[in-house]
C-alpha cells in the first residue's frame, strides 16, 4: 500500500466522532453517578459487627448486621465495630503465632511485667485480659486511642494489686484473687473513662520469681519436699517399729498367763501328791519314814562313783581325798 | 453563543460550590471547633455535632479532639524519701474542654503534652521524694500472708497514703494548674514503678538469701519433726515393752503367791514330814555321777557296817 499522509490527517479529523462520543459520555457518566450512589448507599454489617452511623458528623443510629442503606455519599458515615469478637492483650509476653504449638515471639518484656510486691520483692507476672467492645458509642466517640489506654490501665491496676500482696503470695495461693481483683479495678477505672469496653477475664499466665532469683525459689520447693520426705521416712518408721513391740508385747504377756497357770497347777499338783503321801504317812509314821529313806538311798547311791564311808573318829580326810586325783588336776 | 453560556453557567455553579463548601463545615462527633477569624476567634467554640455554617474564606475552622486523650509520661528516675532510687513510669489522661483556651495558649495536642509533662512530672517527682518507697509500692494496710523471715521492716509499716493517694494528690495538684490551658485532667496514675539497676540487684541478693533462710528452715524443720517422731516412736516402745513387762509380772507374781498359798496349805500339815520328803527329794537331783560322797559309819544308812545293834 501506498504511503499517504493526507489520508492520516483526515481519518484523523472525523467529523461525526465527537458527536457519536458526547452520548457515550452522559450514559458513562449517569452509570458511574448511579454506582458511586449505590455504592455509598448500600452497606452490609457482618454478624459479629454492629454499625454506628453518623450524619454529618453526629450519631444517629447503630444498626445490626445485614443489609442496609444510608444516605449516600459522606452525608452518613459507617463506622463497624466488631461487639461480639473478644479482643485478647497479651502483657510480659506476646503471641507471635497462635496454635496448637503456639509460638511466643522472642524478647525482654520485663519492662512490662517485673513489678514490686508489697513486702519490696520483685516478681515477674505474666497475665492476659480479654474484653469485649460493650458500648460501640462510647468506645468510638468518648476515648481516643482506646486499647492504648486498655493497656495503661491494666498495668497500673496489675501493679496496685500485686503492691499490695507479697511476694509469696503473688506467687502461690493469692494468684485467683490477684487476677479477679485487677479485674475490678480495671473495670472500674475503664467505666469512669467511659471507654465502652466490658473485661470478659484477667488471668494470670505465669507469676515468676525474677530469673536470678529462681534457683532459690526452686531451692525452697526442694527444702520443702526434703522436709516432707523426713517426716513421711520417721512415720515409716514408726508405723513399722510400734505394732512390732505391739505385737511382742502381747507375746510376753500370754507367756506370764501361762507361765502363771502352770504354776498354780504345778502347786497344786506338788500339794496334791504331798497330801496323798502325808495321808499314807500319817497311817504308819516310822515305817514310812524309814521306806522312803532306804529307798531314796538305794536310788541315789548307785549313781554316784565315788563314795567314802569312813569312821567318824577319822581325821586328816581331805588330804586322802586330793591323793587321789580326783578334783585336783594339776 | 450557546456554548459560552454553558461555560459561564459552569463557572458560576463552580464558584458556587466552592464558597458553598467553604461556608458549610461538619464537626464530628469526637470534634470541637473554634471559629476565627484573621486569627481571631470569633464566638464560642462548637461542641455539638452536625452541619454548620460559617462565613466564606475570612473564618478558618479550628477542630480539636473532644475526646478523652492520652498523656504517657516518659520514665524517670527519682529518689523516695527513704532514699531509694526507682524508675517511675506514669501515665494520664485528660481532655481539652475548653478549646479557645487551649488554642491560645498552648496551640495544639503538642504543646499540651509539653505543659503536662512539666507539671505532671514535677509534681510526681515532689510528692514522691516526701513519700517512702513503701507507700507508692503499697495501697491498703491489707494484711499480708508473710511466712518469711526477714522481710523488710517497712513492708509491715502502716500506710498513710498509699498508691492511690499519692496519685490521687498528683492529680488535684495538677488539675489546679490546668485551667489555664483550658484542659481537664481525669486521672494520673502510676503505670510502673522499679528499682534502678543497683538497687534491683541488691534486692535479688535479699531475696535469694531470704529464700535460703527459708530453705534452711524447712529442711531443719524436716529433721526437727523426723527427729521428733523418732523419740515419740522411743516413747511408744518403752511404753509398751514395759507395760507388757508390768502385766506379765503381775501375773506371774500373783500365780507364785496362789502357789505359795497352796503349797502353805498343803505342807502345813506337817511341816516336818515336808522337809524330810523334800530334802529326800532333792538328793536325787542334787546327787549324781559328778558328786562324791563321804558317809560315815554314824550316818543312819551305813550305821549296821559297823555296828549291828
Redesign the interface.
Known amino acids: 500500500m501506498k504511503y499517504d499522509p493526507e489520508m492520516m490527517v483526515n481519518s484523523k479529523r472525523a467529523p461525526k466522532l465527537p458527536e457519536l462520543n458526547r452520548g457515550t459520555l452522559q450514559w458513562v457518566a449517569i452509570a458511574v453517578l448511579a454506582i458511586i450512589l449505590l455504592s455509598t448507599t448500600f452497606y452490609s454489617v457482618a454478624t459479629d459487627e454492629v454499625g454506628v452511623v453518623?450524619r454529618?458528623?453526629?450519631?444517629t443510629r447503630t444498626v445490626q448486621s445485614g443489609l442496609h442503606l444510608k444516605l449516600p455519599f459522606a452525608i452518613e458515615k459507617v463506622h463497624k465495630v466488631r461487639v461480639k469478637y473478644v479482643f485478647k492483650e497479651e502483657f510480659g509476653f506476646a503471641t507471635e503465632r497462635p496454635g496448637v504449638r503456639t509460638v511466643y515471639r522472642r524478647g525482654d518484656f520485663s519492662?512490662e511485667s517485673?513489678?514490686?510486691?508489697?513486702?519490696?520483692?520483685?516478681a515477674v507476672v505474666e497475665w492476659i485480659v480479654q474484653y469485649r467492645i460493650s458500648d460501640p458509642v462510647q468506645y468510638?466517640?468518648?476515648?481516643?486511642?482506646v486499647p492504648?489506654?486498655l493497656r495503661?490501665?491494666a498495668?497500673?491496676s496489675m501493679?496496685?494489686i500485686v503492691?499490695?500482696?507479697?511476694?509469696?503470695?503473688v506467687l502461690t495461693?493469692?494468684r485467683r484473687e490477684v487476677a479477679d481483683e485487677a479485674q475490678l479495678v480495671m473495670q472500674k477505672?475503664l467505666d469512669?473513662?467511659?471507654t465502652g469496653i466490658q473485661i470478659e477475664t484477667v488471668n494470670l499466665k505465669d507469676v515468676n520469681?525474677?530469673d536470678?532469683?529462681k534457683p532459690?525459689?526452686n531451692?525452697?520447693n526442694?527444702?520443702?519436699q526434703?522436709?516432707?520426705?523426713?517426716?513421711n521416712?520417721?512415720?515409716s518408721?514408726?508405723n513399722k517399729?510400734?505394732p512390732a513391740?505391739?505385737g511382742?508385747?502381747?507375746r510376753?504377756?500370754r507367756?506370764?498367763?501361762g507361765?502363771?497357770?502352770a504354776?498354780?497347777n504345778?502347786?497344786?499338783g506338788?500339794?496334791?501328791r504331798?497330801?496323798a503321801?502325808?495321808r499314807e504317812?500319817?497311817k504308819a509314821r516310822d515305817i514310812t519314814?524309814r521306806r522312803?529313806?532306804?529307798e531314796?538311798?538305794t536310788?541315789?547311791?548307785p549313781?554316784?562313783?565315788?563314795?567314802?564311808?569312813?569312821?567318824?573318829e577319822l581325821k586328816n580326810?581331805i588330804p586322802l581325798?586330793q591323793l587321789d586325783g580326783?578334783?585336783g588336776g594339776e | 453563543m450557546n456554548t459560552t453560556r454553558l461555560v459561564v453557567i459552569a463557572v458560576a455553579l463552580f464558584l458556587g460550590l466552592i464558597v458553598l463548601s467553604n461556608s458549610l463545615y461538619?464537626?464530628?462527633?469526637?470534634?470541637q471547633v473554634v471559629i476565627t477569624q484573621f486569627g481571631k476567634p470569633i464566638g464560642s467554640a462548637v461542641a455539638?455535632?452536625?452541619?454548620k455554617i460559617k462565613v466564606p474564606f475570612v473564618q478558618k475552622v479550628n477542630a480539636f479532639?473532644k475526646?478523652?486523650?492520652?498523656w504517657?509520661g516518659s520514665p524517670r528516675q527519682v529518689p523516695t524519701r527513704d532514699k531509694r532510687y526507682i524508675w517511675v513510669d506514669t501515665?494520664a489522661?485528660w481532655r481539652i474542654v475548653d478549646p479557645l483556651k487551649f488554642m491560645q495558649s498552648v496551640t495544639d495536642e503538642n504543646g499540651a503534652h509539653a505543659r503536662l509533662d512539666d507539671v505532671i512530672d514535677a509534681i510526681t517527682r515532689d510528692l514522691l521524694t516526701s513519700h517512702d518507697?513503701?507507700e507508692v509500692?503499697?495501697?491498703?494496710d491489707?494484711t499480708?500472708?508473710?511466712?518469711?523471715l526477714d522481710?523488710?521492716r517497712?513492708?509491715t509499716a502502716e500506710i498513710m497514703v498509699g498508691?492511690?493517694g499519692i496519685t490521687r494528690e498528683v492529680l488535684e495538684r495538677a488539675q489546679e494548674q490546668m485551667p489555664r490551658y483550658g484542659i481537664e485532667l481525669?486521672?494520673v496514675?502510676?503505670?510502673?514503678?522499679?528499682?534502678v539497676e543497683e538497687v534491683?540487684q541488691k534486692?535479688?541478693e535479699?531475696?535469694?538469701s531470704?529464700?535460703?533462710r527459708?530453705?534452711?528452715?524447712?529442711?531443719s524443720?524436716?529433721?526437727g519433726?523426723?527427729?521428733?517422731?523418732?523419740g515419740?516412736?522411743e516413747k511408744?516402745?518403752q511404753r509398751?515393752?514395759s507395760?507388757?513387762?508390768r502385766?506379765?509380772?503381775e501375773?506371774?507374781g500373783?500365780?507364785?503367791a496362789?502357789?505359795?498359798a497352796?503349797?502353805a496349805?498343803?505342807?502345813g500339815?506337817?511341816p516336818e514330814?515336808?522337809s524330810?520328803?523334800r530334802t529326800?527329794?532333792s538328793?536325787?537331783t542334787t546327787?549324781?555321777?559328778e558328786?562324791?560322797?563321804?558317809?560315815?559309819?554314824?550316818s543312819?544308812?551305813?550305821r549296821l557296817?559297823?555296828d549291828m545293834k
Open positions: 453518623k454529618m458528623g453526629a450519631y519492662a517485673l513489678m514490686l510486691t508489697g513486702d519490696l520483692n520483685a468510638l466517640f468518648k476515648v481516643r486511642g492504648e489506654t495503661d490501665i498495668e497500673a501493679r496496685q503492691g499490695d500482696r507479697s511476694v509469696t503470695e495461693v493469692g477505672i469512669e473513662y467511659e520469681p525474677p536470678p532469683v532459690s525459689f531451692e525452697v526442694e527444702a520443702k526434703e522436709k516432707e520426705r523426713l517426716i521416712e520417721a512415720w518408721e514408726y517399729a510400734v513391740a505391739e511382742e508385747a502381747e510376753v504377756i507367756d506370764a498367763e507361765y502363771a497357770l504354776r498354780v504345778r502347786s497344786q506338788d500339794a496334791e504331798f497330801v503321801v502325808w504317812y500319817s519314814k522312803l529313806y532306804l531314796t538311798m536310788e541315789i547311791l549313781l554316784i562313783p565315788d563314795k567314802f564311808i569312813v569312821d567318824p580326810l581325798l580326783k578334783g | 461538619v464537626v464530628d462527633m469526637t470534634q455539638d455535632p452536625g452541619l479532639d475526646r478523652i486523650l492520652e504517657d501515665f489522661r518507697l513503701i509500692v503499697r495501697n491498703t491489707r499480708m500472708e508473710i511466712f518469711e522481710v523488710p517497712e513492708a498508691r492511690l481525669i486521672d496514675q502510676i503505670k510502673r514503678v522499679n528499682y534491683r534486692v535479688y535479699r531475696m535469694i531470704e529464700r535460703q527459708i530453705a534452711e528452715r524447712y529442711r524443720e524436716g529433721q519433726q523426723s527427729a521428733e517422731i523418732r515419740q516412736k511408744e516402745l509398751i515393752t507395760e507388757a513387762y502385766v506379765a509380772e501375773l506371774k500373783n500365780a507364785d496362789d502357789a505359795a497352796i503349797y496349805a498343803a505342807f500339815r506337817d514330814f515336808y524330810f520328803l529326800l527329794e538328793y536325787k546327787l549324781d555321777s558328786s562324791t560322797i563321804i558317809l560315815t559309819t554314824d543312819d544308812y551305813f557296817l559297823k
